[in-house]
Each structure stands twice: as C-alpha cells, then as structure tokens.
C-alpha cells in the first residue's frame, strides 16, 4: 500500500512540478494566469486525494475576525527541507496561496495570493506548524481546504483543513403561550397549580444555533436544544407543569450559541404567580362578648398574591366596617373589623372569609360562634289570675318577672315607685324570685312596679307595670282644714279627696255648735274630679262651726266625711322662734317661723331702727319671713321689729335688738331685756322676753318678746308704772 502512495505521489508531483516550475520562473511578479492544464490537473489532484486522505482537521472563525488553517511543514526526514507549499480551496480550481522556499526560507521565500483574497492571506511558520491566516473571514471563506508541501528530497504531503465561519445568531425573543412578546421580562401572572408554555425564538446565526431553557446553572433537559422554525430561526419551547408556590419568582433564562469562541446571548423572564391563601386566622381567642360594646377583631391572612379579597359575615350576612392593614412583604394582610354586636347575635357563627380572585375556588375561612353577654332583658306584667279584673282594695295581686339573660342572673328584685320591695310576708309582700304576691292589697299598693334582673354584665330593669287599686274616697292628708271668713264674705272651701276612680259625686253639710246639720245647696259647690269647692258665707255667730264633705264613686261612699271648720277671721299671729343668720359688719339675716295667718293670706315686714331713734326705719316686705339686710353701718345697734300682716290688721312686733360687728376689731355683746306686767288687762295679760347674742362667729338669736312698738321704745333702766299696771325693767349688757 505504502508502494501505491508513493508511487501516486511521484506521479501527482510530476504533473504538477513543469506548471510551478513555470510559476518559479516568474517569481517576480505578483500573480500567474492559470492555463487549462493545470486547472485541469488540480481537479484531478483533488478527487484523487478525496480518495484516499483521511478525515481533515476542523478549524472555526467567527465572521469578520481571523481565521486560522493549519499545515504540518516538517520534513519526515532530518536532512530534508521544505521547497514549496501550495494551498487550494476544494471547489476553485486553481489555488489560492503558495510559498516558494527552493532557494530560500519561509521567511524570505516568494509568497503568492490569488487576487480574489487580495491581502487577506498569510502564511506563518512556528516550530512545525505552518498556519494560513484568513482575515476578515465571510461566509464565503467557509469550505474545505488543501494543503500540499512538497520537500526536496521527501513525497509530496497532502493534508485537509475544514473551516467553518460562524455567524453568531442576533437576538432572542421570548413568547408566552399565547404567542405575544412578553415585555417588561415578567412572565404572567399564572395561577398556581396552573400550567405554563414558554417559548424562546433565536434570530440568525450560521450554523443554526443551539438553543437552550437554563435555571441558575441547571439546563432543562426536557426542552431539548431547539427546533428550526425557518432558515434563520430556531425555537424552544418550555413546559412547566403545575406551578408550585416555589416557582414564584422563579428567574427563566433562554441560552442561544452556535460556538464556543464567543459569548451565548441570552434573555432571562421572571414568573409572576398568583397564590391562594395558605391560613386565614381570627386573633385571640374566642370569649364572649358584650352586647352593645364595641370591639375591634382582627382576621390574619397568610400566603395570598395579590393581597386577597377578605370579607367578615355573621352567618349569612356579609359584615361592613372593616379595613385592612397590608405588610410591606405582601406575604400578610390584617383585616380589622369594628363590630358591636347585639343580644339577637348569640349563637350565631362570626366568620373571616379570604379568597383571591384570580384563582377559582381559592376561598379559606376561620370563625367563631357568637357568644354574647348581656345585661338582663326583663319584661313584668301581672299574672294571668289578675288580669281582666278589677282590682279591689282586699284582692291578692299577682306579678310575674320574665328574664332573659346570658350569663344568668345572681339575683332578682322589686320596686314599688322606685323603691326596693323586701319580703315582708307580715306587710302582704311574698317575693319569691321571679314572682310577687300582693296579699290583701290596699290602695297604699296602688304605684309603678317594676323587676330588676341582676347579672356581672349589670342590672337589666322590667317595663314598668301601673297597678291600679280602686277604692272608694277618702280624705285626702295635708290639706288645709281651717277656713276664716268674717260676716258676710264668701269663704272658699276645698274638699279634696283620694279616690279611684277619681270621678266622684260630693255632698255638703254644715254643722253648727248646736250639734244641727242643714245641707249645702248643690249650687254652693262645684265639683272637678277629686276635688270639690264650696262657697260658704257666714252671715250670724251660729254660722261658724264645721262643714262636712262626704264623696262616692262606682266603688262606693266615702265612710268618713272630711271636716272643715269655719273661725271668725283676725289678725294673724306674731312671727316665733326668729333666727340672727351670718351677722357681719354691714348686715345680717332673719329667718322667723309663721303662725296661725288669721284664716286670710299674710305678708310679712321687717322695720330697722338704729338704736335711740323712732324716725327713718330701713322697711322690708317679704311673702316668706325670711330677710337680708346690708348696707349697716359696722359696730352699730340696731331695733328690729318683726310683723306679720294680712288684711284684717298686723300682728304685735318680734323684737331684735342687734349689733353689726365693728370693723376691723370685732366684739362680743349680750344684751338681757325683761318685762314684767304683774296687774295687767286681760287683753294684754301676758309676759315677754326678749335676748340678743352677738359674737364673732355668728350666733342664732331667737326671741318670744312679742309687744308693741312703743313699749319696746320708751323702755327706760329702773323701776317704773303706768295706768294700766305696774312693771320692773333690768337691762344686763355684759362685756
């Protein structure tokens, strides 16, 4: 076999060597014009070592840079050396680059280039290695190449160079599934559990790149390296099937490369992911509630996105009033509901329902059931054996108290016009829980009932109940049972009565002293419901005595009449027990209690006089025996005298001697008055005494000194008489 090569060597080496002996001999110009021969014996050269050459050597250039053929230069044997290297493009039928080193080196040797290349070809040579180097390589320079070294002395070698120019593809583009440009690298939102189609389309490139699925540094095998979509395009689609809360914000990164001299362009996406809510919790613990109160619940939900649609309900009611507090994270959202509830929301369940609406079926929930305190709903009424009936005066009365309460009562009680009702069954008062009884029930039981239901929530009170006992008249206590009239004035009689039913019919009767009752005219007296007036007039001595009022209603007659007695009118009587209040330096107070008004209405005066004097008295009038005087002058005495007054005349004086304090030293002064009439008129038969105390801190002074004022004026120290009787006078002042 090594015989045949040889031979087909020398043979090819002879074809060749009369055209490049030629070449030689016109080393000194530039190109050469290829004959017919010789482009003949190159086509024939090359389907002969296609035949029997081995595999060539693989060579890559990215377009534009350089590319790079080697050639094994090295003699096989030690004494030989290099004397020409030719190098051919299988396809073109002539070559394209030699090297003429029969008289000289590489370095110095004639190097030619075929002008297609212009100076785009070089040939170097390291150690054993001889490269041609192809600038600026196009996609025309990819091909199959020949390099053919002859030697001096050894066969010629022939070895095979395939270079591929690269074309590294352009751009990416990623698609969703349904086929638009994704924007903003954001990938969805899909739903979770959902699945995802994903497609990555590389523009250009030559060869066709490898396209690729990558996350972080782990390659999705099931995607493969691509597909061809056209000449120029090549896609790969990537399928995620149920997407699991891990895979938000999982980052996508398409890879496309066609070699490995530059850099793969790729586009990264990051999956957007809507998520159903993980827990859905109601804070704090389920206690019970007050009715009417109001509180603030708080619903927790956890692993929802986007923030989730929270809604509260009370059973099948939604709930308003909420709002709701997000994190910063996204990961947790507070609903907060303001809720007072009511009694009526006892047993009912309070829920928190969260769900995200992009999600179908997504919906989660945490509730209670509703336990509500409250204070006692009491509501009375009278029990059924009182009911329809008239209630007499002697009738039991029954009362029932219905309660409605959560927690239940400790304690039940009874008010009669609001006040408490003991168990008093010696009075006719029977409680017993949730009931009364009245026993034997007077019209002192006639009022507003009510029960009081008693919890740790507070008192719950009943409605109130109106008991109407009905009973026939009677006199009514406290009103006014003396009447004074002179002769021939009408008096005004009232006869007021307590009655049930109040409407009453009246009768009027006069008793004299002799004991004699004579009937009043119905057209003497008026009457209005309980009340009834007559009109009285007193004519002789024998009309005054007493008038009697007897009234019946449906209940019956009045058993005891009321009584009314008639007295001539007179003066009213003096003013008793009269009081010194706050005594100052400019002024004090009186405060007197009223006597008997003469049967008339009565006013009341006060006249000042400073000590020693008649003339000029400070005059007070009040409807009340009550006065104030100011405006004094400070460590004066002063005379006060105190009358009552009604239309028949004035009542005797009440005498106070007073003192205002000085100023600013303040004094203690007792002043002692005493009168004595041992042999008076029966008309002035009487024996008074007056005292006045002043002090510091003041002091009430009462008096019963009741007498003219001109007795109280000429009172001189000493002993002294006059024509209607004799008296001693003592005047004491003490210091």
Not at 33 to 55: K, Q, V
Not at 80 to 86: E, Q, S, Y
Not at 575 to 587: A, D, M, P, R, V
């Amino acid at each position: 076999m090594c015989l045949v090569v040889s031979c087909l060597s020398s043979l090819l080496l002879c074809l060749v060597l009369p055209t490049f002996n030629g070449h030689a001999a016109a080393a000194t110009r530039a190109r050469v014009s290829s004959s017919t021969t010789m482009t003949r014996n190159i086509e024939e050269e090359n389907a002969l070592l296609n035949l029997l050459a081995g595999p060539p050597v693989l060579s890559e250039s990215i377009i534009g840079t350089m590319g790079r053929l080697p050639c094994n230069v090295t003699p096989p044997i030690y004494e030989d050396r290099v004397a020409l290297v030719i190098w051919y493009k299988v396809g073109l039928k002539t070559p394209i680059y030699s090297v003429d080193t029969r008289d000289s080196n590489f370095a110095q040797g004639t190097h030619w280039s075929d002008e297609t290349y212009r100076e785009r070809l070089s040939f170097h040579v390291e150690g054993r290695a001889g490269t041609l180097t192809i600038k600026s390589t196009t996609e025309d320079d990819t091909g199959e190449y020949r390099c053919r070294v002859d030697f001096q002395k050894s066969p010629t070698r022939n070895s095979k160079v395939n270079l591929t120019v690269i074309t590294p593809p352009e751009s990416i583009i990623i698609l969703d599934s349904k086929g638009a440009t994704i924007k903003d690298h954001t990938l969805g939102p899909y739903n979770e559990g959902s699945s995802v189609n994903v497609t990555c389309v590389a523009i250009g490139g030559r060869p066709q790149p490898r396209v690729t699925w990558w996350h972080g540094n782990t390659m999705f095998n099931s995607s493969g390296l691509g597909h061809p979509l056209s000449e120029r395009r090549v896609g790969n689609v990537l399928s995620l099937a149920k997407l699991k809360r891990k895979n938000l914000h999982m980052q996508l990164t398409c890879r496309a490369e066609n070699n490995n001299l530059t850099t793969p362009i790729i586009s990264s996406i990051i999956l957007d992911m809507n998520l159903r809510p993980l827990i859905v919790k109601l804070q704090g613990e389920n206690r019970p509630l007050s009715a009417e109160n109001s509180y603030q619940l708080s619903c927790v939900v956890i692993g929802s996105r986007p923030a989730p649609t929270i809604t509260w309900w009370k059973g099948s009611t939604p709930m308003k009033n909420t709002h709701e507090i997000a994190n910063p994270d996204g990961n947790m959202t507070t609903s907060v509901l303001t809720f007072t509830p009511t009694i009526d929301d006892r047993g009912k369940f309070l829920s928190c329902r969260a769900e995200q609406g992009m999600i179908p079926e997504s919906g989660m929930e945490d509730g209670w059931k509703l336990d509500i305190y409250h204070i006692p709903v009491v509501s009375l009424e009278l029990g059924t054996n009182s009911l329809n009936a008239t209630l007499r005066e002697g009738v039991d009365v029954f009362f029932e108290c219905n309660i409605k309460s959560n927690p239940w009562i400790y304690k039940v009680s009874w008010r009669h016009n609001g006040e408490i009702l003991e168990n008093n069954p010696a009075e006719g008062i029977v409680v017993a829980n949730q009931s009364l009884v009245l026993q034997n029930a007077s019209r002192a039981r006639t009022g507003i009932y009510t029960c009081v239901g008693s919890n740790r929530e507070g008192d719950g009170e009943s409605n109130p109940v109106q008991l109407d006992i009905r009973f026939a008249p009677v006199c009514r206590a406290g009103q006014r049972t003396t009447y004074s009239s002179g002769r021939h004035e009408i008096v005004k009689v009232a006869c007021e009565i307590d009655a049930n039913p109040a409407e009453a019919k009246f009768v009027w009767k006069f008793n004299a002293t002799q004991g004699e009752t004579a009937d009043i005219p119905v057209s003497d007296f008026g009457v209005d419901r309980g009340r009834s007036v007559a009109r009285y007039t007193p004519r002789t001595e024998n009309d005054y005595g007493t008038l009697l009022c007897w009234a019946s209603n449906e209940i019956g007659d009045q058993s005891e009449p009321c009584v009314y007695t008639i007295v001539p009118a007179g003066e009213p009587d003096p003013l008793l027990n009269c009081t010194l209040l706050n005594q100052t330096s400019s002024g004090f107070q009186i405060e007197c209690i009223e006597g008997f008004d003469g049967g008339l209405q009565q006013d009341f005066i006060m006249e000042v006089y400073v000590n020693g004097t008649t003339r000029y008295p400070k005059i007070y009038k009040s409807n009340k025996p009550y006065f104030e005087v100011s405006g004094l002058v400070p460590g004066m005495g002063y005379n006060v005298f105190l009358i009552a007054n009604n239309t028949k005349g004035r009542s005797n004086a009440t005498i106070l001697q007073v003192y205002t304090l000085k100023d600013p030293e303040k004094q203690t002064v007792t002043i002692t008055f005493t009168k004595s009439y041992p042999a008076l008129k029966p008309s002035y038969g009487r024996t008074a005494t007056a005292t006045t105390t002043t002090t510091t801190t003041p002091k009430p002074t009462t008096s019963d000194c009741i007498c003219d004022e001109d007795e109280f004026i000429n009172v001189e120290v000493g002993n002294g008489e006059s024509d209607e009787g004799s008296g001693y006078f003592e005047l004491y002042i003490l210091y």
